[in-house]
């Protein structure tokens, strides 16, 4: 599913080299934590959270399927300094 996730994502940002990825899994629940660049924040949320609910209604469908729960958190990277 961690692919899945990373597909969706480098597809919708423009600095697909700075996307990562980060499962964290338990027993019953998995988190995938999403980081991208900073100018690609808002095109990963969308307008009024729409792109991100649906990236949500997507892994939730996708964690259903193997008998567990699934989150999404998306972070910023902290801009490199010079």
Do not use: C, F
Not at 42 to 47: D, Q, S, Y
Not at 72 to 77: C, M
């Amino acid at each position: 599913m961690k692919e899945l996730v990373e597909t969706i994502v480098k597809a919708l940002v423009d600095v697909p080299d700075q996307v990562s990825i980060k499962e964290i899994a338990g027993e019953q629940a998995v988190i995938y934590e999403i980081k991208v660049a900073d100018q690609d924040i808002g095109k990963v949320i969308g307008k009024q959270g729409r792109t991100a609910n649906a990236l949500r209604v997507i892994v939730k469908a996708a964690a259903s399927k193997i008998g567990k729960n699934a989150t999404v958190q998306i972070n910023s990277k902290p801009k490199e300094s010079i």
